[in-house]
């Protein structure tokens, strides 16, 4: 069974600038999340999906930081503008259902704004 | 609001010690509890999962306790080894998303 995919693996931006991140869950299942950490620090929630509808973006910058599932399967993250406090790993992680169920990884996107 | 805290921050071992790994909780009405490793560079790998009803899960060298009453939960390591070096990660499920602790960096010395 293929894992959660995330691309790009790496960014590097300068501020102000604006980036995407994409992440392809595991097959069937309903939800997505996406996580930043910073380094340093555990993950913290940005936002979760479930299907193509949100179920929790409280934490989410929303002035800068946008966030969509596409037909409740893809998702994108994007930053726009940058700033230098957004480096950080980006996880975007999927599980079968919405409460108490395992969560898996992907390897992550690396962003470093100068 | 919850909050996870990890005891301690950074462990340095001799290879072979057994050695455990603290996590503690604010709010016991969670869902499960996972514990996650993390190399450098890399994504969060599962290890363990223990649900709200269980008190312990075992893999191999690694054990799992959770006390939910309370608000903590330990991964034990049997036997360390060099590749065994990661940082530890322990998170909690209550509202569907996971809260997770600061997590623990070990090192295990050959």
């Known amino acids: 069974e293929a894992g959660v995919a995330q691309s790009p693996r790496y960014k590097i931006i300068e501020k102000r600038q604006s980036v995407a991140f994409w992440c392809n869950p595991i097959?069937?299942?309903?939800?997505l999340y996406w996580y930043q950490q910073i380094l340093g620090q555990g993950p913290k929630l940005l936002i979760q999906?479930?299907?193509?509808?949100?179920?929790?973006d409280s934490q989410l910058p929303k002035d800068r930081f946008s966030a969509e599932r596409l037909k409740g399967v893809d998702s994108t993250l994007k930053i726009q503008p940058a700033k230098l406090e957004d480096s950080a790993v980006y996880l975007c992680?999927?599980?079968?259902?919405?409460?108490?169920?395992?969560?898996?990884f992907g390897p992550g996107t690396r962003l470093t704004v100068t | 609001k919850q909050e996870v805290t990890q005891i301690p921050a950074a462990l340095s071992v001799p290879e072979g010690e057994n050695l455990v790994l603290n996590c503690s909780f604010t709010d016991s009405a969670i869902y499960n509890l996972q514990w996650f490793r993390q190399d450098p560079g890399k994504g969060l790998t599962s290890l363990l999962l223990?649900?709200?009803?269980?008190r312990e899960q075992t893999s191999g060298r690694l054990n799992a306790s959770l006390d939910k009453s309370s608000g903590r939960s330990t991964l034990y390591i049997a036997a360390s080894q060099p590749g065994d070096s990661a940082t530890y990660l322990c998170?909690?499920?209550?509202?569907?998303?996971?809260?997770f602790g600061s997590g623990t960096r070990l090192q295990v010395q050959p």
């Open positions: 999906f479930q299907n193509n509808g949100v179920v929790d």
């Open positions: 998170a909690v499920n209550d509202r569907g998303a996971l809260t």
């Open positions: 992680a999927s599980s079968s259902g919405t409460s108490g169920y395992e969560q898996y």
């Open positions: 097959s069937g299942h309903a939800t």
């Open positions: 223990i649900q709200s009803s269980q």
